[in-house]
């Protein structure tokens, strides 16, 4: 592929990375039109993010190996034509069962979608700073996205109605696929026998799938309770069978050999506790604008755009600069401290907070910090593996970033409600007590920054800044 065919292969791959990532957070302001429309209770409501979750979860894993296997690009295609048809059905959707299965089936392309695009990326983009710039193209993608979503979904429920947070998905998702055809690259598979290892595909996606149901439901149900600790006993017998089936089978699904990568081992435990403070100040500062400062839904997309645009344009024009410069660990630490930074800050704002100093000041901190970390830690994650394992090295990705997230949020809920219930029964108001929860919360985010930076500073590998090292050729053949 010639330089130009290599960049607009990547914005027609971050279009459609776009749309999985806008599905994330756009549903959620829709969530009241959807319970009145389709009668939902607010028990079963949850199921519509839910059975997204579960699928997304659970097969982001064997997504990664099937693209290594069959071909990134015609498994980036497959998953388009998923997402796309089923966000069709959930637009059209006229009963409760019929949307939460087409959750279902959306979450499942976007699994695959979001894994096979950094895949395509890396084998794109062979020459060091050509790859830093991609991946802060995408870093912006998964940055934009979700405030995007909470945006968009606000004015098209308000304007028009919930079924066209999905539908507004069809004409973007037939334009990726017609454009990916002419100009992704069909990279040829590893040659051999292409066995899918059935036992590790089985054990692995229902042990991801199990443990994202009992962290989404753990503080519904209590996380002492038999139901979540049966849950995640569960998930924690099928990964060691999994880990069993792949220590012995011929050709695993996941090669026990990978994590001898050590950059690929600890840039995941790094982006764990990341994914967990990042969740910890987007779910809860959105709450601290909602039920403190009394903001609308709109007025908190709003709120949240600063940072958005700092992220992006960090992203784009000052994140693979210093990869360039310094390497991938001192813009990880750096980075992960200016997340520190936004995150204290929101722990000490008042009930009575001013826009610009308590929200408008920590956003844009936060929002540099995420936009410098996602480029350096993804290819810190994936920099060192073999072309061949791209896919699967996405997909263990992109589940530490979702189970970091999810088990993050799901403590530091639990933390917030313990804080104010306590504020509460101390006799504090209702509204100064959910802020002292919200600063527990913040609080506990930023730890988890802060042991990311330690990690990453004692632990990562020193990869020196690359230079301008000569390009490698990537080959594009026929399938």
């Known amino acids: 592929m010639n330089g130009r065919s290599r960049w607009l292969a990547l914005y027609v791959l971050c279009l459609g990375d776009i749309m999985i990532v806008l599905d994330s957070t756009i549903v959620n302001v829709a969530l009241p039109s959807i319970r009145d429309d389709l009668g939902f209770?607010?028990?079963?409501?949850?199921?519509?993010?839910?059975?997204?979750?579960?699928?997304?979860?659970?097969?982001?894993?064997?997504?990664?190996?099937?693209g290594d296997l069959y071909g990134h690009r015609r498994l980036f295609l497959i998953g388009i034509s998923v997402f796309t048809t089923a966000s069709l059905a959930c637009g059209l959707a006229t009963s409760q069962t019929f949307l939460i299965t087409a959750r279902a089936v959306q979450g499942f392309g976007g699994a695959i979608v979001s894994v096979v695009v950094l895949s395509l990326i890396m084998i794109m983009f062979t020459e060091p700073a050509e790859r830093a710039k991609a991946m802060g193209v995408v870093g912006f993608v998964l940055s934009g996205g979700g405030t995007a979503g909470v945006l968009l979904g606000g004015i098209l429920t308000d304007l028009l109605s919930w079924h066209w947070i999905f539908l507004v998905n069809i004409p973007v998702g037939v334009a990726v696929f017609v454009l990916s055809v002419y100009l992704c690259p069909t990279v040829q598979a590893p040659a051999g026998e292409r066995r899918l290892d059935l036992g590790g595909a089985i054990t692995v996606t229902a042990a991801l799938m199990l443990a994202v149901y009992a962290i989404v439901k753990g503080n519904e149900v209590g996380w002492t309770s038999g139901r979540t600790l049966g849950f995640l006993?569960?998930?924690?017998?099928?990964?060691?069978?999994?880990?069993?089936?792949?220590?012995?089978?011929?050709?695993?699904?996941?090669?026990?050999?990978?994590?001898?990568?050590?950059?690929?081992?600890?840039?995941?435990?790094?982006?764990?506790?990341?994914?967990?403070?990042?969740?910890?100040?987007?779910?809860?500062?959105?709450?601290?604008?909602?039920l403190v400062l009394a903001y609308s839904p709109l007025e908190v997309g709003l709120a949240f755009l600063p940072a958005t645009l700092v992220w992006g344009a960090s992203s784009l024009f000052l994140s693979d600069r210093l990869v360039m410069r310094f390497g991938i660990r001192l813009p990880i630490i750096g980075g992960l401290g200016f997340f520190i930074v936004g995150l204290l800050l929101f722990a000490r704002a008042p009930v009575d907070g001013d826009f610009v100093m308590d929200v408008l000041v920590p956003m844009l901190f936060f929002g540099l910090g995420g936009g410098i970390t996602f480029n350096p830690l993804l290819l810190a994650a994936m920099g060192d593996v073999e072309p061949q394992d791209s896919g699967l090295a996405s997909g263990i990705v992109n589940t530490a970033f979702m189970m970091g997230g999810a088990l993050g949020l799901a403590v530091l809920a639990a933390i917030a409600t313990s804080r104010t219930d306590n504020l509460t029964a101390s006799g504090d108001s209702l509204v100064e007590a959910l802020t002292g929860g919200y600063h527990a919360a913040f609080m506990v985010g930023a730890l988890f920054a802060a042991a990311a930076g330690v990690l990453a500073a004692t632990l990562l590998r020193p990869v020196s800044a690359p230079g301008h090292a000569p390009a490698e050729p990537a080959t594009a053949q026929a399938e």
């Open 41 to 66: 209770s607010q028990t079963s409501l949850a199921w519509v993010v839910n059975a997204y979750l579960l699928t997304f979860g659970g097969f982001l894993l064997l997504g990664g190996r099937l």
């Open 233 to 290: 006993g569960a998930s924690l017998v099928l990964f060691v069978v999994f880990v069993v089936i792949e220590a012995r089978h011929p050709a695993p699904l996941m090669p026990l050999g990978l994590f001898r990568h050590r950059n690929l081992s600890v840039a995941n435990i790094v982006g764990v506790l990341m994914a967990a403070a990042m969740f910890a100040m987007f779910f809860f500062s959105a709450l601290y604008l909602q």
